[in-house]
């Protein structure tokens, strides 16, 4: 008996998936999207190459040309100048393409996942746990997000990976309203209640049969926060209370322009590269993420309706 | 002696919860005291119309749910008798749980009414049909997809089907999946929940043909459930008409078809189109809707709507007795 | 131009339509050169099974073709009761608009999904009535007015807040003596109370009377009907088709009722149209159809339906893909009389004797 190999074109993901990467060539804004994060990726990707550092240093501290607290405008040396401290501008927005990424993945990625366990539970057994699961959620989404954060960062001290911990206890509630509210939808469903009849375990079920049918709006939830994730890790870095001065992080390369941004005497903007440049950064990094996620939500709906 | 499946009594309520702890404010009685027995090989059909409960005693009777009292033995070798004694307890399945209860599921399976919700739309056909044999440890691997596409064939259906989603196909080629999904296990006992309501009238009878070529070839014992006389009358041999919960009548296909005598069988069989302009049949068009079977009526159920009602009908409940040969019948007329 | 289209008799006649849906697998031709006409008072049936276009041909009749689908040929004219043809196809929403709901109403299949769950029943109802003939009952309201001699209210109606609350609460009395008056047309019991429930309160039995009574509050001449007993028991059905039948006398409306149920179809059709995969394949009055059917698909159709005392035959193969439909004529490949010609040609409706029309080369040629 022949197997069809996965990638070949007859496998019926890869069929889908080129069906969605056609559908996206229709909506100029989607491709705008994919294009922004295709080249934020192979930035991150190729940051060493970009902008080398230098051997036993932490790659992720800005290397500086000097101590001088002004900021430099761009020039040959420094490809976009230089923010307090002397630190290099396109090193820093380079490898903070990297920062960025690493936080809003693993942000969204385990608080999806942990979403995924407790929304899964709770809309699979309903009763008794759906309500104890559901006020533990209720709990923390009471709390403004930013603020709670906030309160955890400043709990577990300062730094990147404090925010991480932070953001993703502030952001798997709204997975698991998301999750919960799916899988109360597919178990209603006659092929959950047949995966009984044929004998499978409720483990079975949950994962081989109701996580499938929920994963649609988890994508395209999941790409929209990635904008979000990094936008309030960037806030929260701008505070000061996440990476150390130096560090390659957007938020961070922000903060230190705070005593720049009224210029000097006479002359507002002169010190704009130490703001502009990480602002468009950050800015490009969400909107790509945010019109990839909408050209997400409107392919994959009527493919979930048209099922 | 010949009996696959034995009720006795069976009940199956839901409760009505409401108010702000969701206490429990009533019972729908879907299933009130249901005794059948189905004999081995045969396809035995359960009409009656929407809230009846038939549909809730075929789930019942293969513990899909659980019976809220009453027996349901069960013996795929068919050596039951139609009033088992406590000789037979062990066949009792009625209060099973864990790995008894889920090793039962190989031996019953049911077919649902609609293939385009009963079959995962995210899983592809093979994996579909494979499931059972890898929930019940039968085989894996390579031997999994030779029996998968065994059974593909079996049901009229192809290799080139294999790797594809369900809702590429009609609905008649998604009832064929189901039912492949149903009989990979070999099962001795179907529940057929209305198999052919959702699927186009031409293609009605061939699914039809292939109950019938199943059940030959595999030794197969069905419960036929519809509210569709017709179909019931092609494919059953011996029928169960169902009111409000409670069985009304039983006998064999033909003599329910020609002579019924419950009065409710009776204004039903009037109901049915039929595709000949020129019979004008005498309809009984019942008064009302049928009640609720949260509230049902006191005595015979069907009385309020009944054209032949008397007094004792209001207060009694009438017993299915046997009448005639093979015929039982619920009602004070008889 | 238009007045030739329709003859003395016709009330609604369905040239050459041609629907298409443009989906994700492509161009769904749904519908491809149908041809169907109904004469004023008559009741049509049409018969098909899935895929056959006559659900989207009884929707594109009041200019509601589904998305993504679009009309792209032909043409629908309809006598108004105002006696004028018009072409449904060519109508702006403004003219449609006079239409829908008035002179064409349409029943659907499932009753729940026809009622908003959120609005009572009346509610539903007096929308109908207070759309379509709002001005019948402001006359009735202006006849009452004369006769409000409250002191209360009347002393209210002179401050500008109040004004015209008279007229507005009249207005809700006499709409709601209205629907009263058409529940009780509808042989449903305790109008009174049913006009303040909720659709979920009641069964499908009375939700579809419900519907069928919106459909019917500005007396329409045509009533689409689209399977509307098929998810129904067998004996509200019956009630219903009864129910039906009799409005119909009443109110002298023509009635399209398609259905794939050929008892149904024998019970309350004068006329029966058979349509397959997007074409009508015969047309032939009912006892004629029963007895005599030509097309193949038609006998096939018959043939496999479960009488009681027969044996019944599948048809064999499946309804075609619409994307890519055969060739010539649709049913070829299904057919057991086909010939080289039907997967070359497209057979067109022909009137074979009096009053039976059918599209194939068995019966006289293109």
Redesign the interface.
């Known amino acids: 008996m022949s197997k069809t190999k996965f990638w070949s074109a007859e496998h019926p993901r890869i069929k889908e998936l080129v069906f969605v990467l056609k559908k996206m060539k229709s909506s100029p804004l989607s491709i705008i999207g994919l294009t922004i994060v295709v080249l934020f990726t192979l930035l991150a990707i190729l940051a060493p190459v970009l902008a080398p550092s230098e051997t036993g240093r932490d790659p992720y501290m800005m290397p500086r040309t000097g101590y001088s607290p002004t900021p430099q405008p761009p020039s040959p040396e420094n490809l976009f100048g230089t923010t307090e401290g002397q630190y290099d501008l396109y090193y820093g927005v380079i490898w903070g393409t990297r920062a960025a990424y690493r936080i809003g993945v693993l942000v969204v990625a385990v608080s999806a996942l942990i979403g995924i366990v407790v929304g899964g539970l709770a809309g699979y057994y309903k009763g008794v746990v759906d309500e104890v699961l559901m006020r533990l959620t209720d709990i923390i989404l009471a709390f403004p997000a930013l603020i709670l954060a906030m309160a955890f960062v400043v709990a577990f001290g300062r730094g990147l990976d404090s925010i991480t911990l932070a953001l993703i206890l502030v952001w798997w509630p709204s997975y698991a309203r998301l999750i919960r509210g799916e899988f109360l939808r597919v178990t209603s469903e006659d092929f959950v209640e047949a995966a009984k009849a044929v004998g499978c375990s409720d483990f079975r079920i949950m994962v081989r049969h109701v996580l499938p049918n929920t994963i649609f709006p988890l994508i395209i939830m999941a790409s929209l926060d990635i904008g979000s994730v990094v936008l309030t890790a960037a806030a929260l870095s701008f505070l000061g209370l996440g990476a150390p001065s130096g560090y390659s992080d957007w938020g961070q390369i922000i903060s230190l322009s705070r005593n720049w941004i009224t210029g000097a005497p006479g002359n507002p903007f002169a010190y704009w590269h130490t703001y502009i440049i990480p602002g468009i950064f950050l800015f490009l990094f969400i909107i790509g993420w945010n019109l990839l996620g909408d050209a997400l939500r409107d392919i994959l709906d009527p493919m979930i309706r048209r099922r | 002696m010949e009996s696959v499946i034995v009720t006795d009594n069976l009940r199956k309520y839901f409760p009505i919860r409401g108010g702000l702890f969701s206490t429990k404010k009533g019972e729908v009685k879907a299933v009130d005291g249901v005794s059948l027995a189905i004999k081995k090989g045969e396809t035995f059909g359960l009409v009656g119309e929407s809230g009846c409960g038939k549909t809730t005693a075929g789930k019942t009777i293969i513990r899909l749910l659980k019976p809220d009292s009453g027996r349901i033995f069960f013996d795929p070798e068919g050596g039951l008798s139609d009033n088992p004694s406590d000789d037979f307890k062990q066949f009792d399945i009625a209060r099973l749980k864990g790995r008894r209860l889920k090793s039962l599921r190989r031996h019953m399976q049911i077919v649902y009414q609609n293939p385009s919700t009963s079959l995962n739309p995210r899983m592809l056909v093979k994996d579909i049909v494979a499931e059972p044999l890898f929930v019940h440890k039968i085989c894996r691997g390579k031997e999994a997809e030779k029996r998968v596409l065994d059974m593909l064939e079996r049901v009229g259906l192809s290799e080139e089907h294999l790797r594809r989603y369900p809702h590429e196909f009609s609905g008649g080629q998604k009832q064929r999946i189901a039912i492949a999904r149903a009989l990979i296990t070999h099962p001795k006992f179907v529940v057929l929940d209305e198999p052919t309501s959702s699927v186009d009238v031409s293609v009605r009878a061939s699914l039809l043909q292939l109950f019938k070529e199943l059940q030959q070839n595999m030794g197969l014992t069905y419960l036929f459930i519809s509210h569709d006389l017709s179909m019931v009358e092609a494919i059953c041999e011996r029928v169960a008409v169902m009111y409000l919960g409670k069985v009304v009548e039983v006998t064999e296909a033909e003599e329910l078809f020609e002579k019924p005598l419950h009065p409710y069988t009776q204004a039903l069989f009037s109901a049915i189109p039929i595709p000949d302009p020129k019979t004008k049949r005498k309809r009984i068009i019942l008064k009302g809707e049928p009640p609720s079977p949260a509230n049902p009526p006191a005595g015979c159920r069907f009385h309020p709507r009944c054209p032949h009602v008397m007094d004792i009908c209001r207060s009694e409940e009438p017993k299915l007795e046997e009448v005639k040969p093979k015929h039982l019948v619920a009602c004070h007329l008889y | 131009m238009q007045a030739k289209a329709l003859a003395e008799n016709e009330q609604l006649k369905v040239e050459d339509l041609v629907v298409r849906f443009y989906t994700?697998e492509g161009i769904v031709k749904a519908v491809e050169k149908a041809n169907l006409n109904l004469r004023k008072g008559e009741t049509l049936g049409v018969v098909g099974?899935?895929g056959s276009g006559k659900s989207v041909t009884a929707l594109t009749i009041m200019a509601l073709t589904p998305t993504p689908g679009k009309v792209e040929g032909g043409h629908i004219y309809f006598r108004r009761s105002t006696g004028e043809i018009v072409d449904v196809l060519t109508l702006k929403e403004e003219g449609l608009l006079k239409i829908r709901g008035k002179e064409i109403s349409m029943i659907f299949q499932e009753p729940n999904a026809a009622l908003d769950p959120l609005y009572t029943v009346g509610d539903q109802i007096a929308e109908a009535i207070l759309t379509h003939r709002l001005p019948e009952m402001l006359e009735k309201v202006g006849r009452l007015e004369g006769e409000e001699t409250n002191g209360l209210w009347a002393f209210l109606e002179k401050l500008p807040f109040f004004k015209g609350s008279i007229k507005k609460r009249l207005l809700n009395k006499v709409v709601r003596q209205e629907i009263v008056e058409l529940l009780k047309l509808m042989e449903i019991?305790d109008p009174e109370r049913v006009v303040d429930a909720y659709p979920h309160e009641l069964?499908?039995?009375?939700q579809q009377r419900i519907v069928i009574a919106i459909a019917l509050a500005c007396s329409p001449t045509l009533l689409l009907a689209d399977e509307p007993t098929t998810n129904l028991?067998?004996?509200?059905?019956?009630?219903i088709?009864?129910l039906i039948m009799r409005l119909k006398r009443k109110f002298g409306t023509s009635v399209i009722y398609i259905t794939?149920?050929?008892?149904?179809?024998?019970?309350i059709s004068d006329r029966v149209a058979v349509m397959y995969a997007g074409r009508v394949v015969e047309v032939a009055p009912?006892?004629e159809i029963?007895k005599n059917p030509l097309h193949p698909y038609t006998k096939?159709?018959?043939e496999?339906?479960?009488?009681?005392g027969s044996a019944?035959?599948?048809?064999p193969g499946?309804?075609p893909n619409l994307v890519n439909p055969p060739s010539g004529c649709r049913f070829h490949p299904r057919c057991s009389y086909a010939m080289k010609r039907c997967s070359r040609e497209t057979p067109e409706l022909k009137e074979i004797s009096k009053e039976h029309l059918v599209a194939c080369f068995l019966h006289g040629g293109a």
């Open positions: 994700y099974e899935t019991p069964s499908g039995g009375m028991d067998v004996t509200v059905q019956a009630q088709l009864d794939h149920d050929m008892g149904v179809i024998a019970e009912t006892m029963f096939a159709l018959l496999s339906i479960p009488r009681p019944f035959k599948a048809i499946t309804v």
